[in-house]
Structures are given as C-alpha cells and as structure tokens.
Antibody
Framework: QVQLVQSGAEVKKPGASVKVSCKAS????????MHWVRQAPGQGLEWMGR????????NYAQKFQGRVTMTRDTSISTAYMELSRLRSDDTAVYYC????????????WGQGTLVTVSS | EIVLTQSPGTLSLSPGERATLSCRAS???????LAWYQQKPGQAPRLLIY???SRATGIPDRFSGSGSGTDFTLTISRLEPEDFAVYYC?????????FGQGTKLEIK
C-alpha cells in the first residue's frame, strides 16, 4: 500500500532553515510527481511547489522562489523540502502529497510535519 | 494566478440532508483540472473528486462533482455524521496550483 512518511516536528529560530523529508513506499517513487503543501494554524492549504522525482526538475510557487529547495534521493525513495530564512509566519504543518498523474489531484498525503518558528 | 473562492464559508446542515458547496475561479480552469478535498481536524486532506467530476478511489457515491470553466460544485447527496469537515477545492490546470479558502460543513 502507498505510504508517505514524513520526518518529525521541528522548532527553529527566525532566520534559520528547515529540511523536511518524505519517505515513499508501496509504489514506484520515480513515476509520480511529489508536491509540498503547507497549512498555517487554523488556516487553509497553500501549494508550495512540486518535484519530478525522475528528473529532479522542480516548479515552485513564486511566493517561495529563492527560499525553497525541493530535492530527492531516488536510492531511498525520499523527497525533501528545505525552506530557508524562516519567519514566524512560516509556522505551519508541511505536507508532502503525491500527484496521481494524468488525471491530477493529490491522492496520497504524508501525515504532516509541524514546523514552529519562534525566537 | 487563479484565485478560487468557495461559498458559503460555513454550512450548517443535519445528517440526511443534501449539501451543495460552490467553488468559483477567477479565470477558466483548463481541462476541468479541478479537485475537491475533505479535511478533518488533525488529519491530512483526502482527495474526493478530480477532473471536476471523477470520484477518487474508495469515495462513496453520495459525493459528486460538477461544473466547468469557472464554476464548480461539490454535492453530498445525503449527509452522514462522518461527512462533517472542511472541504477545499483546488485547481491544477495552471501553475501555481491554488486552493480555495475552504467551506466548513458543520452539524446543525
């Protein structure tokens, strides 16, 4: 069965960076794009970008350009999202979510990783 | 960027009733690349509908999606207790992918 398992909660100071991992299992990792979506406390969903695990090619939301880096390690079927120059308003739950392919939409989601930015 | 506006913000209904949720796009969503998600507190979103009207795997047939262009609707024909949650629409026809702000479906 398809599973996406994310790394644990993080507490960071403003200006620091955070790197969240998402380990995939139960399917061919390189066959499906992986997206990253975040959700601030009590707020809605915000798309950050996606990575093609096969080629490593990325597509970021303009809001995060220059601060976000999405990478992958195909040998261990893991995707990563690194966000730099953290601010307090980056406090959120960060999700990885598989793109189901030609039909679109995100059919499997990780459990979420809470990143808290506080001095 | 395509802005999605969901209405109403909150919908209060009773089990057994019919729910109609709306999602309006600021410009046409290409190829009906519109999805709906359900999210319960403390959980990740769950894909319900993709391609505006196709049910995702395992989704009960009381959930249906319709619409095209700029106007889309999620209908829940007969509400079950487990359906009370927050619902989001998402467009993936053009980058950046965007979500609506959500509709909270609460028990009346």
């Amino acid at each position: 069965q398809v599973q996406l398992v994310q790394s644990g909660a993080e507490v960071k100071k403003p200006g620091a960076s955070v790197k969240v991992s998402c380990k995939a299992s139960g399917y061919t990792f390189t066959g499906y794009y992986m997206h990253w979506v975040r959700q601030a406390p009590g707020q809605g969903l915000e798309w950050m970008g996606r990575i093609n695990p096969n080629s490593g090619g990325t597509n970021y939301a303009q809001k995060f350009q220059g601060r976000v880096t999405m990478t992958r390690d195909t040998s261990i079927s893991t995707a990563y999202m690194e966000l730099s120059r953290l601010r307090s308003d980056d406090t959120a739950v960060y999700y990885c979510a598989r793109d189901q392919g030609p039909y679109g939409g995100n059919d499997y989601w990780g459990q979420g990783t809470l990143v808290t930015v506080s001095s | 960027e395509i802005v999605l506006t969901q209405s109403p913000g909150t919908l209060s209904l009773s089990p057994g009733e019919r729910a109609t949720l709306s999602c309006r796009a600021s410009q046409s969503v290409s190829s009906s690349y519109l999805a709906w998600y359900q999210q319960k507190p403390g959980q990740a979103p769950r894909l319900l509908i993709y391609g505006a009207s196709s049910r995702a795997t395992g989704i009960p047939d009381r959930f249906s999606g319709s619409g095209s262009g700029t106007d889309f609707t999620l209908t829940i024909s007969r509400l079950e207790p487990e359906d009370f949650a927050v619902y989001y629409c998402q467009q993936y026809g053009s980058s950046p992918w965007t979500f609506g702000q959500g509709t909270k479906l609460e028990i009346k």
